[in-house]
């Protein structure tokens, strides 16, 4: 029996791992904000950067992955919730698939600060970070399910049309509605 737990556990630890530059920042981590001022000054900096893709380009030599930025939460996930911070570069040597770095997908990068690149965003020239990866990672996409309630327990497309009765209380129509995430 003991075998199993150990088994279990070792497997569920093995799963639930990320890369270990994206679950640890960097020892000084380097804000979005703090590099965009002054860039000249902080190359070869570490930094753990994330957001959501917006663009993939693939050239002959290199892909450029471009990502607005977001704050880290504490697991390393871009906290989407939050106001967006502008936007950065990712240049690759290997070819990134766009097939897989599909837009709107959240990433988390960690790497160097190289410089920064001028890119034409509609009619408006900016100069982005750029960031050279040592490890990028593609948080799974959640969905959110309208018919759990707060327990779990499914009710279907007619929740909410016939009242139940639990525990002693009518739920009704007024019970509040609460979704959790499911991954794809």
Request: net charge neutral; with cysteine.
């Given at each position: 029996?003991?075998?199993y737990?150990?088994?279990?556990?070792?497997?569920?630890?093995a799963?639930?791992?990320?890369?270990p530059?994206?679950?640890?920042?960097?020892l000084?981590?380097?804000?979005y904000?703090?590099?965009?001022?002054?860039?000249?000054?902080l190359k070869?900096?570490p930094v753990r950067?994330g957001?959501?893709?917006?663009?993939?380009?693939n050239?002959?030599d290199?892909s450029?992955?471009?990502?607005?930025?977001?704050?880290l939460g504490?697991n390393?996930?871009?906290?989407t919730?939050?106001?967006h911070?502008?936007?950065?570069?990712?240049?690759?040597?290997?070819?990134l698939?766009p097939?897989?770095?599909?837009?709107?997908t959240?990433?988390?990068?960690?790497?160097t600060?190289i410089?920064?690149?001028?890119?034409?965003?509609?009619?408006?020239i900016?100069?982005l970070?750029?960031?050279?990866?040592?490890v990028?990672?593609?948080?799974?996409?959640?969905?959110?399910?309208?018919?759990?309630?707060?327990?779990?327990y499914g009710?279907?497309?007619?929740y909410g049309?016939?009242?139940?009765?639990?525990?002693?209380?009518?739920?009704?129509?007024?019970?509040?509605r609460?979704?959790?995430?499911?991954?794809?």
């Amino acid at each position: 029996m003991n075998r199993y737990l150990l088994l279990i556990s070792v497997l569920l630890g093995a799963c639930s791992q990320l890369p270990p530059a994206i679950q640890d920042p960097p020892l000084y981590d380097l804000s979005y904000n703090e590099a965009i001022g002054n860039i000249a000054n902080l190359k070869n900096a570490p930094v753990r950067w994330g957001g959501i893709i917006v663009d993939v380009e693939n050239e002959h030599d290199f892909s450029l992955l471009q990502v607005l930025s977001y704050p880290l939460g504490n697991n390393g996930r871009p906290q989407t919730d939050q106001p967006h911070q502008g936007r950065f570069l990712v240049k690759s040597v290997e070819f990134l698939d766009p097939a897989v770095y599909v837009k709107n997908t959240e990433i988390t990068v960690a790497g160097t600060l190289i410089g920064d690149l001028e890119r034409s965003i509609g009619k408006r020239i900016m100069y982005l970070p750029l960031l050279s990866p040592t490890v990028t990672y593609l948080w799974p996409a959640y969905v959110y399910d309208q018919y759990y309630d707060n327990f779990g327990y499914g009710y279907g497309p007619y929740y909410g049309v016939y009242p139940y009765f639990w525990g002693g209380y009518y739920w009704g129509n007024y019970y509040p509605r609460y979704s959790y995430r499911r991954y794809r």
